[in-house]
């Protein structure tokens, strides 16, 4: 199947700064990917739909200031959380769907710890 | 709005016996259902999707599921559970016209040798 690259799989930052999550499509293009969030033992919480060429799409009550997104190639996807705080630490996922297809693929995910 | 329910928090099976877990989802038009496995502290691994045609979808690892149009279900199902099988199962939805997938809580699913 296809691949999602996610980049880093783990990440310390201290509190204030900004840290910056990669997610990949290795060998498809797509131009929608999305970015989730998840707390320990609970379901995805879609954060917001990234479109290639034009401004994310955020669910309602996601700060877009805050969860800076963009999306400049057919596969590539950054979401880049800015003034981190403790609250903010949570694993993050991303997904892909192919243009071609009507599966979306997940990376492996990335584990944020604020301190 | 788009919708998924999963009622069981955790479902219990001995190795060997078939498994269950359940899906139920409320959407306009036509569904897009998926299933999907996340083992802990991974991303989530594709199983199977139903789009059209046949209700009965095979995926991976031996799982199927099956689209109940009238009960609105896509319950996942394997004839003989495995150990390696525990993990957790996600089931998701796309359709309405939109673009995002929308996922249940999530079933813990536990075989026992």
């Known amino acids: 199947g296809a691949v999602v690259s996610q980049h880093p799989s783990r990440v310390i930052c201290k509190s204030g700064t900004s840290v910056k999550i990669e997610c990949r499509s290795l060998?498809?293009?797509?131009?929608?990917m999305f970015w989730y969030r998840q707390f320990p033992k609970q379901s995805l919480m879609l954060m917001a739909t990234?479109?290639?060429?034009?401004?994310?799409?955020?669910e309602q009550g996601v700060e877009k200031d805050k969860f800076l997104i963009n999306h400049a190639s057919l596969t590539l996807s950054t979401l880049t959380v800015t003034s981190a705080h403790p609250e903010d630490s949570s694993f993050y996922i991303c997904s892909a769907r192919p243009d071609s297809g009507n599966t979306i693929y997940f990376g492996e995910g990335s584990w944020l710890t604020v301190v | 709005a788009q919708s998924v329910a999963q009622p069981e928090d955790q479902v219990n099976v001995a190795e060997g016996n078939p498994l269950t877990v359940k899906c139920t989802y409320s959407?306009?038009?036509?569904?897009?259902l998926f299933w999907y496995v996340q083992y802990p502290n991974r991303g989530l691994q594709f199983l199977l999707k139903?789009?059209?045609?046949?209700?009965l979808v095979k995926g991976s690892y031996g799982f199927e599921a099956e689209f109940n149009k009238s009960q609105t279900s896509f319950h996942l199902k394997k004839p003989s559970a495995l150990v390696s099988d525990s993990a957790l199962y996600f089931c998701?939805?796309?359709?309405?016209?939109?673009?995002?997938?929308?996922f249940g809580a999530g079933t813990r699913l536990a075989v026992h040798p």
């Open positions: 139903y789009i059209t045609g046949d209700n």
């Open positions: 959407v306009s038009g036509n569904p897009y």
């Open positions: 998701a939805v796309r359709g309405g016209g939109y673009n995002k997938l929308i």
């Open positions: 060998d498809f293009q797509a131009t929608t």
């Open positions: 990234s479109n290639e060429g034009s401004k994310a799409t955020y």
